[in-house]
């Protein structure tokens, strides 16, 4: 998996492109502790591009995006494949709100929050 940062203000966008699985799965979470460590209180994680999910790559999804939250931290999903989404959201571990459909409605969405 590619992992790419791009960071304005206090919004860290991190593409992920490829499989998203027990191999990968760290690099996701330590590009994410790594947007929080440098103070970025939003962070946008646009999956679009992963092609394939085990449990431990979603597992990993829901972990960082419940850490985040207990740190006063915002994870939103942006552009997941369906399987993904669907996955996300029987999880019930994210509110609905934090997955988007595009990084351009979690950017907005990331704006918003206070």
């Not at 960071?7 to 699985?21: H, K, M, N, S, Y």
């Not at 942006?78 to 509110?95: I, M, N």
């Amino acid at each position: 998996m590619e992992i790419r940062e791009l960071t304005t203000g206090e919004i860290a966008v991190l593409t992920a492109r490829g499989g998203l699985d027990r191999l990968s799965a760290g690099r996701l979470g330590h590009g994410i502790r790594a947007a929080a460590n440098r103070g970025c209180q939003k962070i946008v994680l646009n999956l679009s591009g992963i092609v394939r999910a085990d449990s431990r790559g979603l597992g990993e999804i829901v972990f960082c995006c419940t850490h985040a939250r207990n740190q006063g931290r915002e994870i939103l999903i942006a552009g997941a494949p369906d399987f993904l989404r669907e996955l996300l959201a029987s999880s019930q571990a994210l509110p609905a709100e934090l997955i988007c459909d595009s990084l351009y409605d979690a950017l907005q969405q990331a704006r918003a929050l206070a």
